[in-house]
Every structure is written in structure tokens, then in C-alpha cells.
T-cell receptor
Framework: AAGVIQSPRHLIKEKRETATLKCYPIPRHDTVYWYQQGPGQDPQFLISFYEKMQSDKGSIPDRFSAQQFSDYHSELNMSSLELGDSALYFC?????????????FGPGTRLTVT | SQQGEEDPQALSIQEGENATMNCSYKTSINNLQWYRQNSGRGLVHLILIRSNEREKHSGRLRVTLDTSKKSSSLLITASRAADTASYFCATDGDNFNKFYFGSGTKLNVKP
């Protein structure tokens, strides 16, 4: 079965640079969530989209922005990168047409800021 | 964490033994989900239990939910070395637009 796809899988950037992470949800899924997981930490919710509209926002820095496109893929744009942005970034998707709202996670993008 | 605590934080058992992990949360929920994560890897969805369910089984996994105590437990029976991973619970608070994770239990199953 198709899973959530994230690209790139690994990304190395320098401080103050910009990074763009991409997420392709499971076909038919209409909701995308972004999470950040620092080393040894639990995943922290950043932002979510439903039907291309932002549906909720968590602890996402103002330097980050995200959007969901007409094909339901989503991009997380991160500017003025800081060392503390080094983390695993997960995208998850779900289908709100189902009552269970099971979230399925992608493999993550490991961002290293040097 | 954003939602609650899991205990124990770390658990080390022998292969064949049962492992029980607990999760507590703070707000009312619609669903609670359990995930497994191998070190530095993605989160694998294990099981979802709805707020109106008390127990759910999937293979060697058994999940219970006590909404009055705002807690859930994950039992892995007859553990295997391959079960070694971190286990997280995630709740949706009272909306489906974001999910909160517990701090996770790191399980080590010794062969």
C-alpha cells in the first residue's frame, strides 16, 4: 500500500540558509500534519492542513511557513535556519472522511543545520 | 511533552516476557493512537482506540483506555528482540486537526 512520502530524506544546511521540505500524503488523504522531533524528544506538532486550508497551528516559529497544494502535497518552508532547527521533521496524513482519523507518518526528513 | 507523560520512561525485559507501557493525557479526547519508533526512524502506527472503546487487540498488542483516569496502556505479549523501540501515545485533544504526543517509553527486549 502507498505510504506517506517525504523528500528529501536528509538535508544539511548552514545557519541563516533556507530549506524546503516536501510531503506527499497517502492517496485520498485530505489532511496533512507536520511535526518536529528534536534529539531524544517526542514529536511536537507544528501545523496542519485540511483541504488545502490551514486547520491548526502549534509551536511553529514565525520563520517557518507551510502550505498544501491542489494535489494535496504539502511543503514546509524554513528560513533563517538556526542550529536548534536540527531535528527530524515528520509529515503525517489522514482522511477526515473516516471516523477514526488514523494518522500515518512518513519516514521523516533529517535536517542538520551547521 | 505537549500532552502528558508515559511511564515507565525506559523498560528492559527478557524476550518472551510481557511489556506494559502507560500513557496519561490531559484533555478530553476523541481517539488515542499508539506508535512505535525505531531509533532515528519514522513513526509506525500500531493501533487506534476511540474514546468510547475500553480495550482493543491487534496481534500481540492489547490497548486499554480509561477515559475517567485519562490514561491508556499498551501491552505487548511474548515480546521479541525486534520489539525494541520507543513507543509513543498520541491524542487528538478535542479536535482532529492536531495530535499531541506523550514523552515515550523506550523498550529494550534482551534476547
Amino acid at each position: 500500500a502507498a505510504g506517506v512520502i517525504q523528500s528529501p530524506r536528509h538535508l544539511i544546511k548552514e545557519k541563516r540558509e533556507t530549506a524546503t521540505l516536501k510531503c506527499y500524503p497517502i492517496p485520498r488523504h485530505d489532511t496533512v500534519y507536520w511535526y518536529q522531533q528534536g534529539p531524544g524528544q517526542d514529536p511536537q506538532f507544528l501545523i496542519s492542513f485540511y483541504e488545502k486550508m490551514q486547520s491548526d497551528k502549534g509551536s511553529i516559529p514565525d520563520r517557518f511557513s507551510a502550505q498544501q497544494f491542489s494535489d494535496y502535497h504539502s511543503e514546509l518552508n524554513m528560513s533563517s535556519l538556526e542550529l536548534g532547527d536540527s531535528a527530524l521533521y515528520f509529515c503525517a496524513s489522514s482522511f477526515k472522511g473516516e471516523s477514526s482519523y488514523e494518522q500515518y507518518f512518513g519516514p521523516g526528513t533529517r535536517l542538520t543545520v551547521t | 511533552s505537549q500532552q502528558g507523560e508515559e511511564d515507565p520512561q525506559a523498560l528492559s525485559i527478557q524476550e518472551g516476557e510481557n511489556a506494559t507501557m502507560n500513557c496519561s493525557y490531559k484533555t478530553s479526547i476523541n481517539n488515542l493512537q499508539w506508535y512505535r519508533q525505531n531509533s532515528g526512524r519514522g513513526l509506525v502506527h500500531l493501533i487506534l482506540i476511540r474514546s468510547n472503546e475500553r480495550e482493543k487487540h491487534s496481534g500481540r498488542l492489547r490497548v486499554t483506555l480509561d477515559t475517567s483516569k485519562k490514561s491508556s496502556s499498551l501491552l505487548i505479549t511474548a515480546s521479541r528482540a525486534a520489539d525494541t523501540a520507543s513507543y509513543f501515545c498520541a491524542t487528538d485533544g478535542d479536535n482532529f486537526n492536531k495530535f499531541y504526543f506523550g514523552s515515550g517509553t523506550k523498550l529494550n527486549v534482551k534476547p
